[in-house]
T-cell receptor, first 115, second 115 residues
């Protein structure tokens, strides 16, 4: 296993379109986190899963955003009716609760541009 | 609430100079972790260090060193003999087990190393 992967790496879309991103965590990692990073800012927490259960959602996650992790492995983040303000880097991270340090490993991110 | 403040938005130094990046954090948790990440122009987050709240020993790794002081809630990062390849955005961050290890990032410091 080579680490957390995200697909696509870049996405350009027109305002109003729906987009979906995928994150494949490190195998056996039971926690998966989504963060968003806008230009000039640090990453901000969006939501996280423990196995298939979505345990917390940030207030940043509007109704247009939905995340799933159906089998407790990969996760998808969908944005409906995209807006220009959704343009950002979307980062995924995974961790294993059996690790005493609970270290999060980050993926390379998906950079979204909404025109 | 948890918060990480990186007061320096942007720093420029000439190659081979030493540079210190400041980080001040706020948390009411007694057990927490502090991090530093590097984000080069490619956009990936590169993990540099994690420190737990019970370990105030300073750490040195090559040209990098970290000074953790609980008394002032600071976790500063020094690069000695800077190199052009050190140019990047550096993020200080905080997490705690009580909050499901969500990572709270500062806004980052953009470091320019001039040849």
């Amino acid at each position: 296993d080579t680490g957390v992967s995200q697909d696509p790496r870049h996405k350009i879309t027109k305002r109003g379109q729906n987009v979906t991103f995928r994150c494949d965590p490190i195998s056996e990692h039971n926690r998966l986190y989504w963060y968003r990073q806008t230009l000039g800012q640090g990453p901000e927490f969006l939501t996280y899963f423990q196995n298939e259960a979505q345990l917390e959602k940030s207030r940043l996650l509007s109704d247009r955003f939905s995340a799933e992790r159906p089998k407790g492995s990969f996760s998808t983040l969908e944005i409906q009716r995209t807006e220009q303000g959704d343009s950002a880097m979307y980062l995924c991270a995974s961790s294993f609760t059996g690790d005493p340090h609970n270290e999060q490993f980050f993926g390379p991110g998906t950079r979204l541009t909404v025109l | 609430a948890q918060k990480v403040t990186q007061a320096q938005t942007e720093i420029s130094v000439v190659e081979k100079e030493d540079v210190t990046l400041d980080c001040v954090y706020e948390t009411r948790d007694t057990t927490y972790y502090l991090f530093w990440y590097k984000q080069p122009p490619s956009g990936e987050l590169v993990f540099l260090i994690r420190r737990n709240s019970f370990d105030e020993q300073n750490e040195i790794s090559g040209r990098y060193s970290w000074n953790f002081q609980k008394s002032t809630s600071s976790f500063n990062f020094t690069i000695t003999a800077s190199q052009v390849v050190d140019s990047a955005v550096y993020f200080c961050a905080l997490s705690s087990m009580n909050r499901d290890d969500k990572i709270i990032f500062g806004k980052g410091t953009r470091l320019h190393i001039l040849p």
